[in-house]
C-alpha cells in the first residue's frame, strides 16, 4: 500500500506529508483543502502515466484549469517554479517536479524532474532536462514500466498510481438519467454503469460469499431484493432516459403487485450505498481511489453504518486496496474505528496564513475519556477535534 505522500506547492497547499492507511478519511470546513488533497494525488497519478494535461486530468476526476489555478500563491510564501509531489510504499517510491508557466502555458505540463527508485535500485533518475533530446511533457517513469517485472515494487506502485481516480457520484447519474462523462470499469466518476456493475457485482459475490451481498442489503433495510433487468417497459415511463440494464428493487412494505422501483424512483440513498459498495468490493475497481463527499445524500445514522463496513469491505475484496474519502457529516466519524491503525482520521484546516494544513487526529488516553462519554461525531461539532469553520 502507499504510506507516505507529500505535496509541495499544490493549490492551497505549501508543503504537506500524509502518512496514509487502509481508510482514510478528511474532515475541514469548507473551503479547507481536502478536495485539493485528493486532486494533487490525480496530477501525481497523470504524471506516474507520462502525459499530465486536461485530458488526462479530467480522466482522474481532476478539476482542469489554467497553472495559476494549480499553483501555491500566498501574500505570506513566493509562488513555487514547479509542483513537488512525491509517493511511498513499503519498497519504493516515486517523485516528481512539474512546470506550467504561469504567463505562458502550454496544453501539457512539462516534468523538470523525476526519480523512481524500487528498494535499493534506483530506475528513474533524471534532474534537468535536455531538451534537445527529450521530449519535457513526457515522463521517463511510465516509459520504464515496459522493462520492470510486474511483481517489482516500483511497477506496483506505478500501477497502483495510474489507475487512480476520484469519484464524484451524483443523483441523475446513478439514477441513469444523464451519461457519465468519464465512464470506467466498473463505475463511472459520476455514477455511470450503476446497474451493469451492480448486475457484475451481484453474479461475483453469489458465487463465492453471499454474507457479503447480505451486509451491502442491511443498508438499505426498506428493500427485500435489489437486482437488475432489461425488461424495464412496465417499470418506467416512455418519456425517462433508460440504460440497456436497469437496478430493480423490491419494497418489501408494498403490495406485491405493485412493489417494484427502478433506480429512477428509488430512493438516493440506496443508490450512494451501492456505489461505495461496488467500489470497495468489485475486483475491477482500483486498488487506490478516492470518494469526493461520501457522506451526500445519506441520513446520518446510515453514513456510520456505511462508514463502519468500508474497511471490511476494503480487505476482503483486496487487501492492499486503499480509499481516501472526504465528509462533511459528522456522523461519518461514529463508523471510524480509530483504534485500528489502518482507519484514519485527518483534520484539514487554513491556519493564519491561509496555507492547508493536515493533522492525523489519533486516538489519545485525553481523546478516549471524551469518547466515553461522547461520540466522535459530538467531540467534532463542540470543537474539540479542530477542522470546523470559524464563523
Known amino acids: 500500500m502507499i504510506r507516505n505522500i507529500q505535496i509541495d506547492g ?67 510564501a513566493s509562488v513555487p517554479v514547479h509542483i513537488g509531489l512525491s509517493v511511498q510504499s513499503e519498497d519504493a517510491s516515486y517523485r516528481v517536479s512539474l512546470l506550467n508557466p504561469l504567463e505562458n502555458p502550454e496544453p501539457a505540463w512539462s516534468f523538470k524532474t523525476e526519480k523512481l527508485v524500487s528498494r535499493a535500485e534506483e530506475i528513474v533518475s533524471d534532474g534537468v532536462r535536455n531538451r534537445r533530446n527529450l521530449t519535457p511533457t513526457s515522463g521517463l517513469a511510465a516509459l520504464k ?14 500501477s497502483r498510481l495510474q489507475n487512480f481516480a476520484i469519484y464524484s457520484p451524483n443523483t441523475p447519474t446513478l439514477r441513469a438519467m444523464v451519461g457519465d462523462p468519464q465512464s470506467r470499469n466498473p463505475l463511472g466518476l459520476s455514477g455511470g454503469r450503476l446497474a451493469e456493475a451492480f448486475a457484475e457485482f451481484r453474479k461475483s459475490i453469489l458465487d463465492h460469499d453471499e454474507n457479503l451481498l447480505d451486509s451491502v442489503f442491511e443498508l438499505v433495510d426498506w428493500a427485500a431484493d435489489i437486482q437488475t433487468t432489461v425488461s424495464a417497459g412496465s417499470l418506467l415511463s416512455p418519456s425517462v432516459a433508460r440504460t440497456r440494464e436497469v437496478l430493480k428493487f423490491t419494497d418489501r412494505f408494498m403490495r406485491k403487485s405493485r412493489n417494484t422501483l427502478t433506480a429512477y424512483d428509488a430512493s438516493e440513498g440506496a443508490l450512494y450505498v451501492l456505489f461505495c459498495a461496488i467500489l470497495c468490493l468489485s475486483p475491477h475497481a482500483p486498488r487506490l481511489f478516492a470518494i469526493d463527499n461520501l457522506d451526500q445524500a445519506l441520513n446520518p445514522r446510515l453514513v456510520a453504518r456505511l462508514t463502519a463496513n468500508l474497511s471490511g469491505w476494503l480487505a476482503i475484496s483486496n487487501a492492499n486496496r486503499q480509499l481516501l474519502f472526504t465528509a462533511n457529516n459528522p456522523a461519518v466519524l461514529d463508523g471510524l474505528d480509530l483504534t485500528d491503525s489502518e482507519i484514519r482520521l485527518f483534520a484539514v484546516e487554513r491556519n493564519s496564513e491561509g496555507h492547508t494544513v493536515i493533522r492525523r487526529i489519533e486516538i489519545s488516553a485525553e481523546l478516549l475519556a471524551m469518547n466515553r462519554q461522547y461520540p466522535l461525531s459530538r467531540l467534532w461539532l463542540t470543537g474539540n477535534l479542530g477542522a470546523i469553520p470559524n464563523v
Open 10 to 76: 499544490f493549490k492551497s497547499i505549501v508543503s504537506q506529508t500524509l502518512e496514509l492507511g487502509r481508510v482514510n478519511c478528511f474532515i475541514g470546513a469548507n473551503g479547507a483543502g481536502k478536495s485539493n488533497v485528493l486532486e494533487a494525488i490525480g496530477v501525481l497519478s497523470a504524471s506516474a502515466s507520462g502525459r499530465v494535461d486536461d485530458e488526462s486530468l479530467l480522466r482522474r476526476g481532476v478539476r482542469p484549469g489554467m497553472p495559476r489555478l494549480y499553483k501555491t500563491s500566498f501574500e505570506s
Open 145 to 158: 514500466m515496459v522493462e520492470l517485472d510486474t511483481a517489482n515494487p516500483a511497477a506496483e506502485l506505478m
